[in-house]
């Protein structure tokens, strides 16, 4: 963790020194809106001295979205929730009680590694842990005492491309790799926990205030993976009230009450999914053609209704808070080691509230100002 966290914080670093002459580009791929460059000149902007003379490249963005991330730290937790598990397969038992934590812990850092106007490229890094512990502890109930205190990290790569293509026409792509689970320092080289997703959007900046996309998402965001369509909607309806959309995944309304505050209200839909090593093999009853499992995949699926609100501390510093309601559609276990792949546990948790902040770095506002970038 240290080592991890060491890394982030020098590559962040670096990052910050790059992030000013670039154009607030990012693609966040959690619950949090995408934040990409700013969006083309306006017309006045183009009435300006040698503005006619300015090439004009669309993007995603449009005016008014919130400041570029070079550095996000985040903590999130919930109260007490119940949870009960059917077995899904002769051998196991059902089971039911509260889980008194369920935490979350997220570094994550941008780096723009290529900004030219025809294309940006980004960098990101990440390292999230998300902890359980259970009431009447040791449960004697095997998917419960297998996460209880354990640690489901995961580690990330991924790399975002834009490229514009015209004053109207742009391209998005993400690539992301992930080690996923209960793993340890030890086991990185394990190819069991590698997790791959990926993204396309192909857009259209209609103005300034408006930009929008259709494309895909291949991940885990509904638990397992697939690919789905997208539809990428980012539009600014005045200086107050915007829209930023990647739906079906989060849709996210937004409100600009100053150009250092701002809410945001909307849902999102988030998929994470674990490799666990069991400490005791499941085994089959009655079913002697199949193997002892070593192994679970854990497929959690959670749909969030929330309220945020971001605002700038210091010029490079800002803070987000958020709360809402959290609907946990799914935590499943399934057959990583037999070849039908098989739901082993059925799991819900109850409904409930959730918290979290947020510190995060973005450019300073004077050096975005001196290299003429408007936030």
Same mark, same amino acid.
């Given at each position: ?19 000013? =002459?670039?154009?607030?580009? &990012? ?30 490249? $669309? ?28 077995? &899904? ?16 812990? /997220? ?89 791959? /997703? ?12 408006? /930009?929008?996309?259709?494309? %895909? ?8 993976? /697939? ?9 600014? %309806? ?48 009655? &079913? ?7 192994? =679970? ?7 969030? %209704? ?26 499943? $276990? ?42």
């Amino acid at each position: 963790m240290t080592i991890v966290t060491f890394r982030l914080l020098r590559l962040a670093a670096l990052g910050l020194l790059l992030l000013p =002459l670039a154009t607030q580009a &990012q693609v966040t791929p959690e619950n949090t809106p995408p934040v990409f460059p700013p969006a083309a000149p306006t017309q006045e902007e183009k009435e300006e001295p040698g503005g006619a003379d300015k090439q004009i490249f $669309a993007n995603p963005s449009v005016l008014g979205m919130g400041p570029s991330k070079g550095l996000i730290v985040r903590y999130e937790r919930m109260p007490n929730f119940n949870i009960s598990s059917s077995a &899904q397969v002769v051998g196991l038992q059902n089971y039911e009680t509260d889980a008194s934590k369920n935490a979350r812990l /997220s570094i994550k850092g941008y780096i723009p590694a290529w900004n030219r106007p025809h294309l940006k490229v980004i960098v990101g890094i990440s390292y999230e842990r998300e902890e359980f512990q259970f009431e009447n502890k040791p449960t004697r109930y095997e998917l419960y005492d297998n996460i209880e205190n354990k640690g489901l990290k995961s580690t990330a790569v991924q790399v975002a491309v834009i490229r514009p293509i015209d004053d109207v026409h742009w391209f998005l792509a993400r690539l992301k790799g992930e080690l996923s689970g209960d793993y340890t320092s030890n086991q990185l080289n394990n190819s069991d926990y590698l997790r791959f /997703s990926a993204e396309g959007i192909y857009g259209w900046k209609r103005s300034p205030r408006f /930009s929008w996309g259709v494309g %895909f998402q291949y991940g885990y965001t509904f638990g397992r993976l /697939s690919i789905y369509p997208a539809v990428l909607y980012n539009r600014t %309806f005045n200086d107050r009230w915007g829209v930023e959309a990647l739906f079906p995944a989060r849709v996210t309304f937004r409100y600009n009450q100053s150009e250092r505050s701002l809410f945001y209200a909307g849902y999102s839909v988030d998929g994470l999914n674990y490799i666990l090593k069991l400490r005791n093999p499941l085994t089959y009853a009655g &079913q002697p053609d199949k193997v002892p499992l070593q192994t =679970l995949e854990l497929r959690e699926t959670e749909v969030k %209704f929330r309220l945020r609100w971001e605002r700038e501390l210091l010029s490079f510093l800002w803070l987000g808070a958020e709360a809402g309601y959290r609907y946990n559609y799914a935590f499943d $276990a399934f057959d990583r080691t037999n070849a039908d792949r098989e739901k082993i546990i059925d799991s819900k948790m109850a409904g409930t509230a959730y918290a979290s902040l947020e510190l995060f770095i973005t450019p300073p506002r004077k050096l975005l100002e001196k290299a003429g970038v408007r936030r």
